[in-house]
């Protein structure tokens, strides 16, 4: 059997009266879409109920369930400790997802598992779902830092082991949506704030899930936004189905953004399988980016290449430019996945007899060595994307008037410690967070005193 219907469904915790004390009319319109939501869950009348929630224990490489076979927890954090939940996991169902994952090596599962409470964003659902129907058990989902793809294919494995399982199951996807829509919000305002709500809002609406994946993770952020991929979970769970929407409610009024809707998947249809046609766009914009891939670019991606391969350092080829086989410079290798970082490492002056060698060494060290990632394997090398920057020397300037993040790379030291950042990074949009970056990298703290370094860079693509 598979999931029956998937719900979209914000967390704020006010709009719970214990927990708003009269606050929670400032979004009565949310609290009647909200009920709606309720109602139609005990129409269906589930036998389990999924929810994926951004509050729930994160992992940037991993996706967490709860072990355990209950869970237990309160509003007490905002004030309500009287609103408790007790809740039984499906245990079955998590199981037969994780036996899933392990024929894919697919990374899911309970390890890592910390403070086993139940989080506000499962138990805001579950305060309007219990109010109209009981006898349910719950699949618990934390989210990751992995690409939007990887959500989207946790949604399709949940749906298998629906199916495999027989259960009678909905999906309750929890997040809110930006939290930069005003001024006097939380967050304060960014004008992508807005863009996100009316784009998600769209989206969703016209149940044309592929968009998903257009968000960028820049964007994203700058928004502030906190469901999106639980979206993108339970759009995987529909995958390859035609799906009809009702958008109930969108408010804004606390800064924070509130989508409500509801989504029936109905027969099959070949051309929503929106996943692989994302993999395989992906794939093609890849390769012609590969046929256009500079001298230096393409002595990064042969180095790495060769050593994940074949474990092996190669030897700098003999018909390289000039520029390659005698100039010397420190130099620096970034490599993104599906549009995020994967690993950068780098020099920032010349360590080796050639720019060339330079180049070979950083590659490797980028793709294996990054400490705050795992080492890129064989399976990843046909999505990676790869940038070879050439430092200029680095100069003394007085203060920061004198940087520009488009155009410098910044070096802040203070004593031993020292950080680096490349100049024209997305998401890096001014000096103060440059700088700030910087700092953290070498572990200065924001009151040390400082010296500034800038240089400029050749980009290589």
Same mark, same amino acid.
């Given at each position: 059997?598979?999931?029956?219907?998937?719900?979209?469904? =914000?967390?704020?915790?006010?709009?719970?009266?214990?927990?708003?004390?009269?606050?929670?009319?400032?979004?009565?319109?949310?609290?009647?879409?909200?009920?709606?939501?309720?109602?139609?869950?005990?129409?269906?009348?589930?036998?389990?109920?999924?929810?994926?929630? =951004?509050?729930?224990?994160?992992?940037?490489?991993?996706?967490?369930?709860?072990?355990?076979?209950?869970?237990?927890?309160?509003?007490?954090?905002?004030?309500?400790?009287?609103?408790?939940?007790?809740?039984?996991?499906?245990?079955?169902?998590?199981?037969?997802?994780?036996?899933?994952?392990?024929?894919?090596?697919?990374?899911?599962?309970?390890?890592?598992?910390?403070?086993?409470?139940?989080?506000?964003? +499962?138990? +805001?659902?579950?305060?309007?779902?219990?109010?109209?129907?009981?006898?349910?058990?719950?699949?618990?989902?934390?989210?990751?830092?992995?690409?939007?793809?990887?959500?989207?294919?946790?949604?399709?494995?949940?749906?298998?082991?629906?199916?495999?399982?027989?259960?009678?199951?909905?999906?309750?996807?929890?997040?809110?949506?930006?939290?930069?829509?005003?001024?006097?919000?939380?967050?304060?305002?960014?004008?992508?704030?807005?863009?996100?709500?009316?784009?998600?809002? %769209?989206?969703?609406?016209?149940?044309?899930?592929?968009?998903?994946?257009?968000?960028?993770?820049?964007?994203?952020?700058?928004?502030?936004?906190?469901?999106?991929?639980?979206?993108?979970?339970? /759009?995987?769970?529909?995958?390859?189905?035609?799906?009809?929407?009702?958008?109930?409610?969108?408010?804004?009024?606390?800064?924070?953004?509130?989508?409500?809707?509801?989504?029936?998947?109905?027969?099959?249809?070949?051309?929503?399988?929106?996943?692989?046609?994302?993999?395989?766009?992906?794939?093609?914009?890849?390769?012609?980016?590969?046929?256009?891939?500079?001298?230096?670019?393409?002595?990064?991606?042969?180095?790495?290449?060769?050593?994940?391969?074949?474990?092996?350092?190669?030897?700098?080829?003999?018909?390289?430019?000039?520029?390659?086989?005698?100039?010397?410079?420190?130099?620096?290798?970034?490599?993104?996945? %599906?549009?995020?970082?994967?690993?950068?490492?780098?020099?920032?002056?010349?360590?080796?007899?050639?720019?060339?060698?330079?180049?070979?060494?950083?590659?490797?060290?980028?793709?294996?060595?990054? =400490?705050?990632?795992?080492?890129?394997?064989?399976?990843?090398?046909?999505?990676?994307?790869?940038?070879?920057?050439?430092?200029?020397? /680095?100069?003394?300037?007085?203060?920061?008037?004198?940087?520009?993040?488009?155009?410098?790379?910044?070096?802040?030291?203070?004593?031993?410690?020292?950080?680096?950042?490349?100049?024209?990074? %997305?998401?890096?949009?001014?000096?103060?967070?440059?700088?700030?970056?910087?700092?953290?990298?070498?572990?200065?703290?924001?009151?040390?005193?400082?010296?500034?370094?800038?240089?400029?860079?050749?980009?290589?693509?």
């Amino acid at each position: 059997m598979s999931i029956l219907a998937g719900f979209m469904v =914000p967390h704020p915790p006010l709009i719970v009266p214990a927990v708003g004390r009269g606050g929670e009319a400032q979004i009565v319109e949310t609290t009647r879409a909200y009920e709606k939501v309720a109602e139609e869950i005990a129409r269906i009348a589930p036998e389990t109920i999924i929810i994926p929630s =951004p509050h729930t224990i994160m992992y940037a490489d991993y996706f967490h369930m709860p072990s355990g076979s209950e869970g237990k927890g309160s509003f007490a954090n905002f004030g309500a400790g009287e609103v408790r939940f007790h809740e039984t996991y499906d245990t079955e169902l998590r199981d037969k997802v994780i036996e899933l994952a392990k024929k894919t090596d697919f990374p899911t599962g309970t390890l890592g598992g910390r403070d086993p409470a139940l989080d506000h964003g +499962v138990m +805001v659902p579950l305060w309007f779902i219990r109010k109209k129907y009981d006898g349910f058990k719950i699949l618990r989902l934390g989210l990751s830092g992995l690409p939007l793809a990887k959500h989207y294919e946790l949604g399709q494995m949940i749906a298998g082991a629906v199916r495999e399982t027989g259960r009678r199951a909905v999906i309750v996807a929890s997040g809110d949506l930006s939290h930069k829509l005003q001024d006097y919000g939380p967050y304060g305002f960014a004008p992508e704030g807005p863009e996100y709500d009316e784009k998600i809002m %769209d989206v969703m609406g016209r149940v044309a899930f592929g968009e998903l994946f257009d968000f960028s993770e820049s964007f994203c952020e700058k928004a502030a936004e906190c469901g999106h991929r639980s979206f993108v979970i339970m /759009a995987g769970a529909f995958d390859g189905l035609n799906v009809k929407a009702e958008i109930l409610s969108h408010q804004d009024v606390t800064g924070v953004g509130y989508g409500v809707g509801m989504f029936w998947p109905g027969e099959p249809n070949e051309e929503r399988h929106f996943l692989k046609i994302y993999q395989d766009k992906t794939s093609s914009e890849l390769a012609l980016k590969r046929s256009k891939e500079d001298a230096y670019v393409r002595l990064a991606r042969l180095s790495l290449e060769t050593y994940i391969r074949e474990g092996r350092r190669i030897k700098a080829p003999g018909d390289l430019p000039a520029e390659l086989k005698n100039a010397r410079a420190g130099a620096f290798v970034s490599i993104h996945e %599906d549009g995020r970082l994967r690993g950068c490492i780098g020099t920032i002056e010349p360590t080796r007899a050639t720019l060339a060698e330079e180049i070979i060494n950083n590659a490797i060290s980028a793709s294996t060595q990054d =400490p705050r990632f795992d080492a890129i394997t064989e399976d990843e090398l046909d999505m990676l994307e790869i940038n070879v920057d050439v430092l200029g020397e /680095a100069e003394d300037i007085d203060s920061m008037d004198q940087l520009d993040v488009r155009r410098y790379g910044v070096i802040v030291t203070s004593g031993y410690r020292r950080g680096l950042l490349l100049p024209d990074l %997305d998401g890096v949009d001014t000096v103060e967070q440059q700088v700030d970056i910087a700092r953290r990298k070498a572990g200065i703290g924001p009151k040390e005193k400082i010296e500034l370094k800038r240089f400029e860079v050749i980009r290589h693509v």
